[in-house]
């Protein structure tokens, strides 16, 4: 763990949220929008919990601008370090819309782990 930012393996993250039904998939959601907000240092920005929980409240609608929004922040993180943009808003709601949740988990996460190494 690297400041409040822990470095997951995607293979593990995605056969535990298989092999749970979903639930390990629900703290990996909750995780990945709180490191987000950390390493953007955005304090004020919608807590993991409280995403989630307005995703099932509006049957998933909110789900759509989450994953805007979470591609926003890991290219604002990137382009802190230098990184070049890639569009990571637009393909993360896209798949959301296709229904590939658990694919925009694994990018935001291989992201956020190139961010911890530098």
Known sequence: MENGIQKRDLVKAIIFTIITCGIYGIYWFIKITDETNHIVGDANGTNGT???ILTLVTCGIYGYFWAYKQGEKIE?????????PSNLPVLYLILEIVGLGIVNFALMQNELNSLIDG
Do not use: E, Q, R
């Open 50 to 52: 409280t995403a989630f």
């Open 76 to 84: 604002a993180a990137k382009s802190a370090k230098g990184l070049p």
